[in-house]
């Protein structure tokens, strides 16, 4: 168990819709990271948020968006989703966002859209 | 920003010692390597990370050559449950933990 807590584990939606993915990080974790992994396919990192601010974009959509709370807890919204957005979404988190900080990687959200 | 080769895939039995080796031949002077675990549908879990030489944990040794152009995870005496994706990174800590380039991994599949 990592520590890093994700809901729901497993969501299943159509076309066009929108839903919001949850993730509570470690406790004492500043650095949350949002990423999509599609079958057999690597990480592809999406956001990062530090301590309430976004810190760095990857290759997020503009249908999708996140943001981080005051108390550290992160959600990401995807809108109008496509079918090609079926994957798994990881949040992970770490203490601080230096590159040699341990991530701490939730257990996923599988998202499917039919 | 450093760029890593590992294989594709590799196969070993339980009871073997297993070396999966990474290549990063353009590797900077402040970087680390750090090593990563992912099983199926689950997110990647830190196995180690080091600098140079040589660094031993309670699950595995990573080897650093002097020149540091690559480096070997060892899994000692696997067992089936070692069968995962292994990720190889390479950064330093004055960059973003965003910036790492998480590649497709070296498929590790023990057989009994």
């Known amino acids: 168990d990592s520590g890093v807590t994700q809901t729901p584990k497993h969501l299943i939606t159509a076309t066009g819709q929108r839903v919001t993915l949850r993730c509570s990080p470690r406790s004492g974790d500043l650095s949350v990271y949002w990423y999509q992994q599609s079958l057999d396919q690597g990480l592809q990192f999406l956001i990062q948020y530090y301590n309430g601010e976004e810190r760095a974009k990857g290759n997020i959509l503009e249908r999708f968006s996140a943001q981080q709370f005051p108390d550290l807890h992160s959600e990401l919204n995807l809108s109008s989703l496509e079918l090609g957005d079926s994957a798994l979404y990881f949040c992970a988190s770490s203490v601080e966002s230096r590159r040699t900080d341990t991530q701490y990687f939730g257990p996923g959200t599988r998202l499917t859209v039919l | 920003l450093a760029k890593t080769t590992q294989p594709i895939s590799m196969d070993s039995y339980e009871g073997q010692e297993v070396n999966i080796t990474c290549s990063h031949n353009?590797?900077?002077?402040?970087?680390?390597i750090t090593w990563y675990q992912q099983f199926p549908s689950q997110g990647p879990r830190f196995i180690i990370q080091g600098y140079k030489t040589k660094v031993t944990n309670e699950v595995a040794s990573l080897f650093i050559p002097a020149d540091r152009k690559s480096s070997t995870l060892s899994l000692p005496r696997v067992s089936l449950s070692d069968t995962a994706v292994y990720y190889c990174?390479?950064?330093?800590?004055?960059?973003?933990?965003?910036?790492?380039?998480w590649g497709a991994g070296t498929k590790l599949i023990i057989k009994p």
């Open positions: 990174l390479v950064g330093r800590p004055d960059e973003s933990n965003y910036q790492l380039i």
């Open positions: 353009n590797i900077a002077t402040n970087d680390y």
